[in-house]
């Protein structure tokens, strides 16, 4: 494993992030809470030492209260009894529903007063009395920045986080944000089919701003699973949320897939190990978050940096991204 510096924070994080939206369950299929478990402790024997969550991962799963709400960061706190000093956890706020109503009634609000709700309510599912890092995990256009600014502030003066995030947020909310009240990171999709915050990010890092990013895999199409055109459950998140099932996009990813698939070969390595190490070794990206519910996928991803690729291999993928993908977006 290797460790970056998350912006100026002062903390040295794995490269690669262990991701829980798929371990609660929510829009992913089935889960087993016992496979997440052992994924999660897998992660941590390969040397990962940073944790993303949130609230809403697991939010339908019917195994937990409230609708299933919070359900991946339950499984998490459980996980890191008696470890949870050696790892840097990040879950979020601002993203919750009517409880009357049930999930189909998602809300953003990042009020004072949710985003304090919210944090309290993550400390006692994540069975701690802090949290590393706090991210905003989407603006909801209406609340005034320094209501983040001032409940941010709070939080941080009782010693109940340590630093505060933005997640999806723009750039000019980013650095208004970071003059009222120094934002430590920021989250935000990148891979190799999905570069539109390479932008942002780096006038993040300029700021001193960490980076974490999500969708290295593409929804699991970098993976190499998918070599042709899959059929998806409609309640499956990637039926939805991401283009990358959808012609032409498809079709051309498969184009870009057959030169991963080459660099993976010349290193006896996984093709989505070229994806993960293709976003790490950005000076941009601090680390790179990969959801994970099985232990074979959690020891796949610690291995991606088991051999390093060439600054030439580098070249010819970035290459092969603005040839195949970025000519159809």
């Not at 089935?30 to 030492?49: R, T, Y």
């Not at 944090?119 to 009395?129: A, F, K, M, V, W």
């Not at 009222?180 to 990171?185: D, I, N």
């Not at 940096?305 to 970035?318: Q, V």
Request: hydrophobic share 40%; with cysteine.
């Amino acid at each position: 494993m290797i460790y970056k510096e998350l912006g100026d924070t002062g903390k040295k994080i794995s490269a690669v992030t262990l991701g829980s939206w798929g371990i609660g369950g929510a829009g992913w299929g089935d889960v087993d809470e016992e496979e997440s478990v052992a994924a999660i402790a897998e992660m941590l024997e390969g040397g990962v030492n940073a944790i993303d969550t949130a609230p809403v991962y697991g939010f339908v799963n019917p195994k937990a209260e409230d609708f299933g709400y919070g359900f991946a960061e339950k499984i998490i706190g459980e996980a890191l009894l008696g470890k949870r000093h050696q790892i840097f956890i990040a879950t979020k706020c601002g993203l919750n529903y009517d409880r009357e109503k049930g999930p189909a009634s998602m809300y953003k609000s990042m009020t004072k007063e949710e985003i304090i709700s919210g944090c309290e309510g993550s400390l006692r599912r994540l069975q701690t009395d802090y949290i590393d890092l706090l991210f905003v995990h989407w603006p909801d256009n209406k609340t005034p920045l320094e209501e983040v600014a001032e409940a941010m502030d709070t939080l941080m003066s009782q010693g109940k986080i340590l630093h505060y995030g933005l997640s999806n947020f723009t750039a000019e909310d980013t650095a208004k944000l970071d003059d009222m009240l120094h934002v430590s990171a920021v989250q935000l999709p990148y891979s190799m089919v999905d570069r539109g915050s390479e932008e942002l990010m780096i006038a993040a890092k300029k700021r001193g701003i960490g980076t974490m990013t999500y969708g290295s895999l593409g929804s699991g199409i970098l993976t190499g699973a998918f070599r042709t055109k899959p059929e998806f459950a409609k309640t499956d998140m990637r039926s939805s949320f991401y283009h990358f099932f959808e012609e032409p996009m498809f079709g051309n990813i498969q184009k870009l897939l057959r030169v991963m698939d080459e660099v993976a070969k010349a290193h006896d390595a996984l093709v989505s190990q070229v994806a993960i190490q293709w976003s790490v070794k950005k000076a941009f990206v601090d680390t790179a978050i990969l959801g994970v519910s099985k232990p074979k996928h959690a020891r796949q991803n610690c291995g991606a940096f088991d051999w390093e690729m060439t600054e030439e291999e580098m070249a010819m993928l970035d290459e092969a991204i603005r040839r195949y993908v970025e000519s159809t977006e």
